[in-house]
């Protein structure tokens, strides 16, 4: 994981660093200082990063979720446009035995 190397480099960097200005409490007051900022600093960006992740986890299940929803209504679409294509044939056969019929008639009535 990057963000583990990176503290562990943070890590063996602060602690060269402390070594080396031992000679002075005030140094290494200091260093002691600076790493643990360093330190809540790793922390709080791990946090944001497991957060971010999460977050990213929900968001692709969403997405996930729509697409399965796009695809049900692409098929009730297509169910749809069988049905009225079905419906539309129907009526124009209605319609052609009716002109027929209405035909008959007149040509009894002439």
Do not use: W
Not at 14 to 33: F, G, K, M, W, Y
């Amino acid at each position: 994981m990057p963000v583990l190397g990176l503290i562990c480099v943070i890590i063996l960097f602060a602690s060269l660093h402390i070594e080396s200005n031992s000679r002075s409490i005030v140094d290494t007051q200091h260093s002691e200082a600076l790493m643990q900022q360093v330190g809540e600093a790793v922390v709080a960006t791990t946090e944001t990063v497991e957060q971010l992740a999460e977050h990213l986890d929900i968001l692709a299940k969403q997405v996930q979720q729509q697409g399965y929803q796009i695809l049900a209504i692409g098929e009730t679409v297509q169910t749809l446009a069988e049905n009225q294509d079905l419906a539309m044939e129907q009526l124009r056969q209605q319609m052609s035995e009716l002109i027929e019929a209405l035909q008959q008639i007149s040509a009894t009535l002439e």
